[in-house]
């Protein structure tokens, strides 16, 4: 009792459930406690008789620090979930996505996205499979919090890269520098993040029109990290997959709404 009173954590409700009355209708006790090192035990005791007369407390303990450290992790992924669903739903209803002005509505887009995936950079690009190029609409680096647009990568100084973009509807490298890609990006000049990137596509039916990417400087897995007061957890890469393929969904949409104005 001791040793578990100096490592539980809430030491009130844990003294409260050691001195539960022995006449107590409920012959069983279980709590669940969290440790100082991290851990979580279920502490169950029975209480034992002799005449009908009380006389002691059999006790169990169990490890279930997996089990609530999985149910932290889901709260927390819902929790990132919703906070990137709630992010996507005030940029489609900003008056400028509204009132079809396409510039200013894929700034704040590519600003949402870096801002929500905590990323160094996310662009728009454009591709124009004639002139066999692909040209940048918008460009929001997130450490100077300013835009860039114009730049043009031309399909043949990029035919790794451009293999990615048509073949895969979403896409992530976690390290640049392990990928053929790192050779076209040095040679061609890219003057992206390039240290790993995860794209998708701007679609209408079959036909892509684009992609919307998010880079940064370093390798990164692009996996939504789960933080509790303890650990860092990696979860699902799903998450931040869908929301991205969610952000492009709003590119297409908005170029649309200004096309059609």
């Given amino acids: 009792q001791m040793v578990a009173d100096r490592l539980v954590l809430d030491k009130e409700r844990f003294h409260d459930f050691l001195n539960v009355k022995d006449d107590s209708q409920d012959q069983n006790q279980v709590e669940e406690f969290e440790l100082s090192d991290g851990r979580f035990l279920e502490f169950h005791f029975i209480r034992t008789y002799m005449d009908d007369q009380p006389v002691g407390r059999l006790w169990f303990l169990r490890d279930i620090s997996e089990r609530k450290h999985m149910e932290m992790s889901l709260k927390e992924s819902e929790k990132r979930l919703r906070h990137l669903n709630d992010s996507l739903t005030e940029v489609a209803f900003n008056p400028d996505l509204l009132d079809g002005v396409l510039e200013t509505s894929m700034q704040t887009i590519t600003r949402t996205v870096c801002e929500v995936l905590d990323a160094e950079m996310s662009s728009i690009w454009f591709i124009d499979f004639q002139k066999r190029e692909m040209v940048c609409q918008t460009l929001y680096r997130h450490s100077k919090g300013g835009f860039d647009t114009g730049q043009t990568m031309r399909m043949d100084n990029y035919p ?19 990928h053929p890609i790192a050779d076209e990006f040095r040679k061609g000049k890219y003057s992206g993040s390039a240290g790993s990137l995860v794209h998708t596509h701007i679609r209408v039916g079959d036909e892509i029109l684009g992609i919307l990417s998010v880079e940064e400087h370093n390798p990164r897995v692009w996996k939504v990290e789960i933080v509790s007061p303890r650990r860092s957890r990696p979860c699902d890469s799903r998450p931040t997959r869908a929301f991205i393929s969610r952000a492009a969904l709003l590119v297409k949409v908005t170029a649309a709404t200004c096309r059609a104005g």
């Fill in 160 to 178: 790794a890269y451009f293999d990615l973009i048509t073949r895969k509807r979403v896409f992530s490298v976690h390290d640049t520098k392990a």
